[in-house]
């Protein structure tokens, strides 16, 4: 398998540290807020990845962390503590509302099908291990105290920015116009690892520390969780590109300085999604959730259908009419996939492992889940038997993760429920539906009113929703 790496900025080849097994870490969520639908894209391609590799056959061991002190709005050390943020907004204690988003983000990833990674910690858990890794980064000389607080020193590395190729001088000692507001720090690109002083006085979680009392900064809790339940050496990092810099940069500073080697092998990016209001956010126009997208009728698989339909390293555009599209390819997908008559036949095993190929090449190639999508497409048109061609999918859904057997099963049971008299309304219903469609297409408007009157003669309602037309018989 071949995946992009934003540290060599080229395809490489994934060669584990420990030939068959996988070291996986991944970026949690601050639980001060709800995710929000971008958030979850990355936790939607990172969920593909894992399976991926697990259907590969690597033995994957993935962590995840839970940011609940620390993080600043500006995601440097500047802006507001946002658990203090989510607090104030609530009336509850940090902890409070740790906990309840906690809760709310792995219930929107069970929507998703999403899958828990195998070890979720959260910061609070590790101040121990903050601390610890804090007095070795000042006993080698990569970090000091000023004013109170402990920072890493930046200068002290022959290579910070690692995901870009700004200027070292960038790194001067900052005594300049633009400058970070944080006059303690010697260079403009030094991060706090642990708070004794801040502008916070009302921070509720404090714990004692060499330094006095106080907190740790964002970015060590990554590191420390990592090596914590993964050991020195990790295979591969996922996260938001919006993550690359500066927490993934400010991660490897720490950890490689900690350690004195080399520390992770991957790094897996995944691009934002988009609005017509640019990237999104939980500060820029609709604050698009799982909840929301389901009050207005979306099952959360069309979202991850949607997302899967797109390559990771590219922006993806949202909008309803776009998720309308992915919602009605779903609904299709589903109707044919309960229309194979699976029990019929024996599954042609042989016909089953080169339809998998245009899958495994597809994911192979940096996990494109476009292109995995369109091989899910071929077996259906395959000239095969019914049984193979369900049995292939079903093996596909095993990395994508569309609900696909459910899905298929509850419509057949629909159907089989329904009288035959229904199912000929039904099939009537929407031939006039699909008949009305084509006529707007045409713009032969008189037709299409013609369609609709007829319809409601009969007391056959329709009425537009994300979905496409539905139908239902007037009381």
């Not at 190929?357 to 192979?364: C, V």
Request: charged content about 30%.
């Amino acid at each position: 398998m071949k995946l992009y790496n934003s540290a060599t900025r080229t395809k490489d080849e994934l060669v584990p540290n420990e030939p068959g097994k996988i070291k996986m870490y991944t970026c949690g969520p601050t639980v001060y807020h709800y995710a929000h639908i971008g958030n979850l894209r990355s936790y939607i391609m990172e969920d593909v990845l894992e399976k991926y590799l697990r259907y590969s056959g690597y033995d994957v061991k993935r962590v995840m962390n839970i940011t609940d002190v620390g993080h600043l709005t500006s995601d440097a050390d500047t802006g507001e503590d946002k658990m203090l943020k989510g607090a104030r907004r609530e009336h509850k204690t940090v902890m409070e509302i740790a906990r309840f988003y906690t809760d709310a983000f792995f219930a929107d990833c069970a929507k998703l099908n999403i899958k828990t990674p195998d070890v979720v910690e959260p910061a609070t858990n590790c101040i121990s291990e903050f601390i610890n890794m804090i007095e070795v980064l000042l006993k080698k000389g990569y970090a000091y105290e000023a004013g109170g607080n402990i920072y890493f020193d930046t200068s002290k590395l022959t290579e910070y920015y690692v995901f870009n190729k700004q200027d070292q001088e960038d790194l001067a000692v900052g005594v300049r116009d633009g400058v970070e507001e944080d006059g303690n720090k010697r260079n403009k690109c030094d991060f706090v690892l642990w708070f004794t002083k801040s502008k916070f006085e009302d921070q509720e979680l404090k714990w004692d520390s060499p330094w006095g009392v106080g907190y740790p900064g964002w970015h060590i809790e990554c590191s420390c969780i990592s090596l914590k339940h993964l050991g020195e050496r990790l295979d591969i990092h996922c996260g938001g590109i919006d993550n690359a810099f500066p927490h993934h940069t400010n991660e490897i500073a720490q950890s490689e300085a900690f350690l004195g080697h080399k520390w992770c092998n991957f790094w897996f990016h995944v691009h934002h999604l988009n609005t017509d209001n640019g990237k999104m956010s939980k500060s820029s126009g609709e604050f698009l959730t799982v909840s929301l997208l389901e009050s207005k009728g979306y099952d959360p698989l069309v979202y991850r259908f949607f997302c899967l339909q797109s390559h990771y390293r590219k922006s993806l555009m949202f909008s309803y009419p776009a998720l309308d599209n992915a919602a009605q390819a779903y609904q299709k997908l589903l109707a044919r996939i309960a229309a194979l008559k699976n029990e019929d036949s024996a599954v042609d095993e042989a016909a089953a492992a080169e339809l998998k190929k245009g899958f495994t090449d597809a994911l192979d190639n940096d996990l494109n889940t476009s292109l995995a999508v369109t091989a899910l497409y071929d077996v259906l048109k395959a000239d095969v038997n019914d049984a193979t061609k369900y049995a292939v999918i079903m093996d596909f859904d095993r990395v994508l993760s569309l609900g696909l057997e459910k899905g298929a099963a509850a419509l057949r049971e629909k159907e089989a429920a329904a009288p035959a008299a229904d199912r000929e309304l039904e099939a009537y219903v929407e031939q006039m539906i699909a008949a009305r469609a084509e006529a707007k297409k045409a713009k032969n408007w008189a037709e299409a009113d013609r369609i609709r009157d007829e319809l409601k003669a009969k007391r056959i309602v329709l009425t537009d929703t994300p979905q496409g037309v539905k139908w239902s018989l007037e009381q």
